[in-house]
């Protein structure tokens, strides 16, 4: 009979890397195609549409693959070459005087291949340093001219070409993806009136206020000086002593210690802009507003058991998902929602919008879905697309503008002067991956590793030589909104900034208990990392202004008694205007994605019940999953009727955190061969630990059993258990319980166990 193998589909877009000969042909432009009116500028100079960094992308094909197809290199079918373009008849022995003899000075082609590979690495970057990224595309649901002129939003179903970058923040740039961290969701849009880049985070709030502390946040939160420990973890005393000492942070801190500081997949988190920016539209006007990406298929974590053990079996966990999802044709897609205020509504909050601490509750203004971003294709290359993209949020486009955001002021100087040493000198906007789509004219001129050839004599504003040109582009240029000042010049900052607790006290009440004890842990967990006592003190004595019971709990983790509370600086805040908030808890936000992309293993030995998994595998890829067949080895197994099975992992190199469900076949041979191997307990143990769906079959049920899962849990949905015969019955209830992600009434001993 036919036998089993883990399906594995890929993606047609990217049919050159599984072995299709055009590879250099540039992908087809059906995922994305700009419109043709829109993309079309071309410069004063050269008319020729060419492709160069900067101009115009050809008409009706993918914008941006277009403007990265000149760089493409592939060598099938091509003799080595030195980087002069010399063929190189020997790639092994360098030119030596003689066999046994010193070698030769004059081996240019030695010389320039470890010279070459000397000055290979590049900084990187001071923080968020690890990450991965996929190109894309951002569909407008509407045109959005009521409030903004920006590009991407000019009219129904416009498409922009993304960027996307996921990242951690504090780990270097090999360290490990699962740390509990922020996230970054940095988003270029390549508009046609110029790049966008809105750099955030998945969590919608920041540590501090003022960009005047972000040096000494980084330093606190990096690993200490003296000995450069502990990698990508906050879990040190000197995070702790800092953010101690800065009650600000306390609201960023809850996030963080919830489950959103361990996502399970940057296809599973949401994305903040964090400030408060400005739409401006044709006419001058201008709203604030917020920027919200939501994830289709829900926001999911992780627990803190599962993460540990993952960046062991697995630190590129979450890169490794984002690439093998697009690759497979799972294309990750978020909603764009923005929460537009007026100024007179954002005087009257009882918090201050410019305050990156705070968050405007979704109660008190919805999101207003615009669009939706779709990454469809990964990077060719890792270094020249993901590490040397750069992202600024100095790069807004007409339509949007800053806020008065002091953490903001920070940020529009800090990126762009920090790509400059990174990147190595100011014309990193040329690397192909950061070039706009958008013509670039200008009278800026050489510097370090200039690519563009401007021609002419003129390089100055204003001439006549040239005509004018480039000129300045008037009303349809960049204009920021006129706001009207009239202040002292201070270092200060506005009295709502020193109300520092009622949101994180608003962020801890709107979690579901299970949430609760896991912030509880974190935070038990973080302290205990901390040696200096008075620093652990220090930060209960804050918790205690954010809830009597997350310091009870912490403290007694901790082995201490409650502190008083920490005095405050505000003692008479305004009231919040929402106590509840749904939104801020993830149990409350349902994936509408089934369970596509989902990793379900099955375990396997020779004598499994054949029939019944096959039914099952079946209603698995039917629904989207990724199946994977685990053997106590790899290689085939035989069914209990002859047929063989391949097993694609092994319990050894595929421990069971890296999956999201388990299938337990029937067979009573091959159950009692499983129940022989050193790994299979572990393997069944944590998943049901970490709350995950198992369905086990038949004589499946005795390894349960054995692995200390009460059977008479089979009324838990979590837990599901069936006869061979009712495999077809069965199949949509398994897929169902791991589309619930993780099963609450026995998720209380995760967070511990
Ligand atoms: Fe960043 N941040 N940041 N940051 N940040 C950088 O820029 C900085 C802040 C964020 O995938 C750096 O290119 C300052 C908030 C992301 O390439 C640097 C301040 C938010 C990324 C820098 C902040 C972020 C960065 C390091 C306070 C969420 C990675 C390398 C004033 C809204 C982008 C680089 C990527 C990277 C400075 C605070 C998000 C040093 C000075 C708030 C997603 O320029």
């Known amino acids: 009979s036919e036998g089993l193998v883990a399906a594995m589909p890929h993606n047609s877009n990217k049919e050159f890397e599984h072995g299709h000969a055009n590879a250099l042909a540039p992908m087809p432009g ?201 990698q990508a973890a906050a879990a040190h005393d000197t995070f702790w002593d800092f953010v101690s000492l800065m009650p600000e942070s306390t609201h960023m801190l809850l996030w963080l210690m919830s489950d959103r500081g361990i996502p399970r997949s940057y296809r599973m988190m949401q994305g903040f802009g964090v400030h408060t920016f400005r739409l401006i539209n044709k006419q001058g006007e201008s709203i604030f507003c917020k920027f919200h990406w939501k994830p289709l298929m829900g926001t999911h974590s992780l627990v803190w058991d599962e993460a540990v053990k993952i ?21 990750p897609e978020w909603e764009l929602g923005l929460q537009l205020f007026t100024e ?119 001439n006549s030589l040239a005509g004018g040109c480039p000129f300045q582009a008037g009303a349809s240029g960049f204009a920021s909104f006129p706001e009207p000042l009239n202040a002292d010049k201070v270092r200060g900052q506005p009295e709502k900034f020193a109300e520092h607790y009622a949101q994180a006290t608003l962020f801890f009440d709107s979690q579901t208990a299970v949430e609760k004890e896991h912030i509880a842990a974190a935070f038990r967990f973080e302290l205990s990392m901390v040696n200096v006592p008075a620093i652990r003190k220090r930060m209960l004595s804050s918790l205690v202004n954010v809830s009597a019971e997350l310091a009870k709990g912490v403290a007694a983790g901790l082995g201490m008694d409650v502190p008083e509370a920490m005095p405050r600086a505000c003692n008479q805040p305004q009231p919040p205007e929402v106590t509840l908030s749904p939104a801020l808890s993830l149990r409350a936000l349902p994936g509408q994605c089934g369970i596509r992309s989902r990793k379900v293993a099955v375990l396997i030995e020779d004598g499994v019940d054949h029939v019944s998994l096959r039914t099952l595998y079946d209603a698995l890829l039917e629904a989207g999953a990724v199946v994977h067949f685990v053997g106590p080895r790899l290689g085939i197994f035989v069914g209990s009727a002859g047929e063989q099975i391949e097993a694609n992992k092994s319990m050894e190199n595929a421990p069971s955190v890296l999956f999201d469900a388990l299938l337990v076949p029937d067979g009573s041979t091959a159950i009692q061969a499983l129940a022989g191997h050193g790994h299979t307990m572990e393997f069944i143990k944590d998943l049901f630990r970490h709350c995950k769906t198992i369905l086990a079959l038949g004589a499946g049920q005795k390894l349960l059993e054995m692995a200390g899962i009460a059977l008479s849990m089979d009324d838990d949905e979590g837990v599901l258990l069936a006869e061979a015969a009712d495999a077809a019955t069965v199949a949509a209830a398994f897929i169902k319980a791991i589309a619930a992600h993780r099963h609450p009434s026995i998720d209380s001993t995760a967070a511990t166990a």
Not at 205 to 211: P, S
Not at 311 to 331: K, Q, T, V
């Open 311 to 331: 960046s062991g079996a697995d630190p590129d966990f979450h890169r490794r998902d984002l690439w093998e999802a697009i690759e497979s044709g799972e294309f």
């Open 344 to 462: 007179q509504q954002a005087d009257a909050f009882s918090f201050d919008v410019l305050d990156a601490t705070k968050l405007i509750p979704e109660e008190l203004v919805p999101l207003t879905p615009v669009g939706r971003l779709v990454l469809n294709r990964n990077p060719d290359n890792f270094f020249a697309e993901t590490e040397q993209v750069a992202f600024c949020t100095a790069h807004i486009i007409p339509g949007i503008d800053f806020s008065n955001d002091p953490l903001l002021a920070g940020r529009i100087h800090s990126y762009v002067d920090t790509q400059i040493s990174r990147l190595g000198g100011a014309n990193f906007h040329e690397i192909p991956i950061n070039a706009p789509l958008a013509s670039v004219q200008n009278n800026q001129r050489d510097g370090m590793h200039r690519q563009a050839l401007h021609r002419g004599r003129v390089a100055y504003e204003p």
């Open 30 to 230: 059906t995922t994305v195609t700009p419109d043709s009116d829109e993309i079309t500028a071309s410069t004063a100079t050269e008319q020729d549409g060419s492709t160069k960094t900067g101009h115009a992308a050809p008409a009706g094909s993918n914008a941006l693959q277009a403007s990265l197809e000149r760089v493409r290199v592939d060598a099938s079918e091509q003799a080595l070459t030195s980087n002069q373009g010399v063929a190189v008849g020997t790639n092994q022995h360098s030119l030596k005087a003689g066999l046994r003899g010193p070698s030769l000075l004059e081996d240019f082609i030695l010389r320039e291949k470890i010279t070459h590979f000397d000055h290979e690495r590049i900084p990187e970057r001071v923080v968020h340093a690890r990450g991965s990224a996929a190109h894309g595309y951002f569909e407008a649901y509407d045109a959005l001219t009521k409030y903004t002129r920006a590009a991407p939003f000019a009219k129904k179903g416009k498409i922009t070409p993304v960027f996307v970058r996921f990242s951690t923040v504090l780990g270097e740039r090999g360290s490990k993806d699962t740390a509990r961290d922020a996230r970054g969701f940095a988003v270029k849009f390549y508009t046609d009136e110029g790049n966008w880049d809105l750099v955030g985070n998945n969590i919608p709030v920041f540590f501090i206020q003022d960009a005047m502390k972000f040096p000494d946040l980084v330093h606190a939160a990096k690993p200490e000086p003296h000995h450069g420990m502990p």
